[in-house]
């Protein structure tokens, strides 16, 4: 596509269900990105993919937070048990390549999750 | 850690004046310096990119400025529109931080016509 494809756009659940959040990268991007933004505040780091592997996941909160790259294209966050807050936007981001800072991030839409 | 802080926090200007948007990072040992434009319920549109070694970048009516000693950058833009109503984010690359970007709160622009 020609952009970073992120579904649902809108994602409503209950405490304690769990989550999958599903990111399209632009096609031939080999570097993606998870970020959270909460309301009025910046986009934090979640996890970075270069290919199928990651390689940091140091911004992931908990091990309720999980994020898998299977065959480098199409990655999904996926979260258990989830809190009222972990509500917030979950931002996907991809890039050309990884690589000290030269490739600019393409950012999709979103999801924004409310947990009730 | 890298901490990344802009101000001011929100702005209401008129149309057809000029502004200017800032941006402190404390830890100068950047890649480079990001600023990006976020519309509500959409994702983050990058604007302007400042390779570490660069003073400043133009795109239009953008122009950034980089100042990596002072841990500082700003955003200019000329002859603001009301279409230019949005949060404005700056972003940093810090080196030996991997390929994080840590991002400042941003400034919620508002222009009136």
Known sequence: GAGVSQTPSNKVTEKGKYVELRC?????????????QSLGQGP??????????????????????????????????????????????YLCASSLMGGIGK?????GAGTRLSVL | KQEVTQIPAALSVPE??????????????????????????????SLLLIQS?????????????????????TLYIAASQPGDSAT???????QGGSEKLVFGKGTKLTVNP
């Open chain 1, 24 to 36: 399209d990268p632009i096609s031939g991007h080999t570097a993606l990105y998870w970020y959270r």
């Open chain 1, 44 to 89: 934090e780091f979640l996890i970075y993919f270069q290919g199928t592997g990651a390689a940091d996941d140091s911004g992931l909160p908990n091990d309720r937070f999980f994020a898998v790259r299977p065959e480098g294209s199409v990655s999904t966050l996926k979260i258990q048990r989830t809190e009222r807050g972990d509500s917030a936007v």
């Open chain 1, 103 to 107: 490739n600019i991030q393409y950012f």
């Open chain 2, 16 to 45: 057809g004046e000029n502004l200017v948007l800032n941006c402190s990072f404390t830890d100068s040992a950047i890649y480079n310096l990001q600023w990006f434009r976020q519309d509500p319920g959409k994702g983050l549109t």
């Open chain 2, 53 to 73: 070694s660069q003073r400043e970048q133009t795109s239009g009516r953008l122009n950034a400025s980089l100042d990596k000693s002072s841990g500082r950058s």
């Open chain 2, 88 to 94: 404005y984010l700056c972003a940093v690359w810090t």
